[in-house]
């Protein structure tokens, strides 16, 4: 409907449910969709900047924001962004896991409770589940195969929190041990 709309608006969740894995997918079918990623080394102008070359060509935007609070220079990037957008009328799409009371810098909180916003709960099916895992190890450059993912959700809790750490843990151990991800070695590693 966005797509179709337009408008500002904030995608949340009160914990991991597939947000990046749906921009991705929205991505991949719309080419004229941005997305944009934060880079906290650079400051507020010139993260701004930066996004604005990026944005130029595109009809649509999106942000994918890491979970929680963001460093100062970050928000206020953000905050530009918003402000660019709407003087701009272009559609802009905010994909972050932020309470309202985490918003530090009062600008930002009083731009993204102007939002609409729109709550994304969690993959609940297996299959759903399967997606995300597979859409978040592509996000690590790796080919993971099916048959690990269905191990990590045949021995492990069946929530997208537990699922996306146990990938990380694999994630770190496979480039301490440099090897090949198999399904004994995540079982090893994952003490299941």
Same mark, same amino acid.
């Given at each position: ?43 507020a ?22 979970? !929680? %609070? @963001? ?5 206020? $990037?953000?905050?530009? #962004?918003?402000?660019?957008?709407? =003087? &701009? ?37 297996? !299959? %759903? @589940? ?5 859409? $978040?190890?592509?996000? #690590?450059?790796?080919?993971?195969p =099916? &048959? ?42 994952l003490?299941?």
């Open positions: 409907m966005w797509l179709n709309e337009g408008g500002l608006l904030w995608l949340k969740s009160d914990s991991p449910a597939g947000k990046s894995h749906l921009l991705r997918a929205l991505q991949e079918e719309y080419p004229q969709l941005a997305r944009l990623h934060i880079q906290p080394s650079l400051s102008l010139q993260q701004v900047a930066s996004w604005l070359e990026t944005l130029e060509n595109y009809t649509f935007w999106s942000i994918d924001l890491p979970a !929680h %609070d @963001l460093p100062k220079d970050t928000a206020t $990037a953000l905050f530009h #962004l918003i402000e660019h957008a709407k =003087d &701009k009328s272009r559609p802009l799409l905010i994909a972050w896991r932020c309470a309202d009371d985490e918003l530090t810098l009062p600008e930002l909180a009083s731009r993204m409770r102007m939002l609409e916003q729109v709550y994304i709960t969690p993959p609940e099916s297996d !299959h %759903d @589940l399967h997606n995300v895992l597979k859409a $978040a190890a592509q996000q #690590l450059h790796w080919d993971m =099916d &048959k690990l993912i269905k191990v990590m959700l045949t021995h492990l809790a069946r929530d997208l929190d537990s699922q996306l750490s146990a990938l990380k843990h694999l994630e770190a151990a496979s480039q301490i041990e440099r090897t090949r991800m198999t399904q004994a070695w995540a079982r090893q590693k003490n299941i």
